[in-house]
């Protein structure tokens, strides 16, 4: 299905999501003012873990259209961390360089995402 890759965890875009995940675990952990705020906090980190899961999820179904699917889940999640930081950044809760450093994390992982769902789509394609 994905080439030579064996494991999900091979795939760059699980990866980055995995790093993305890990940053956003870590911002819940230590942002007092996001620790408070239930809702939002569940909410963030409902989203990073779909761009993780997704990705594994659609891997372990074996054909490339459900492997497709779940990688459009991935990044559209990436898509919604990506608008949950405005609202962090403009409830405070978060600094500018935080904002700027998770956002490049969503672009990274959206990016490597879509670049496997272009690569996937073509060899079904073929």
């Keep these: 299905m994905a ?6 965890e091979e795939l760059k875009c699980w990866q980055k999501a995995r790093e993305l995940v890990a940053a956003v675990y870590n911002l819940c952990n230590q942002n007092t003012e996001l620790a408070r705020d239930f ?3 569940k ?3 409902a989203a990073a873990l779909s761009t993780m899961n997704n990705i594994a999820e659609g891997f372990g179904r074996y054909s490339n ?8 889940y991935s990044s559209s999640s990436g898509m919604e961390v ?18 700027e450093e998770i956002y490049q994390l969503t672009v990274e992982h959206c990016n490597l995402t879509i670049g496997l769902i272009k690569y996937v789509s073509s060899k079904t394609n073929t």
């Design 3 to 8: 080439g030579k890759v064996e494991r999900f």
């Design 39 to 41: 809702v939002t906090q």
């Design 43 to 45: 909410q963030l980190k």
């Design 65 to 72: 259209k459900d492997f497709l699917k779940f990688l459009d």
């Design 82 to 99: 990506r608008s949950m930081l405005y609202a962090l950044l403009d409830q405070k809760y978060i600094s500018e360089k935080t904002f």
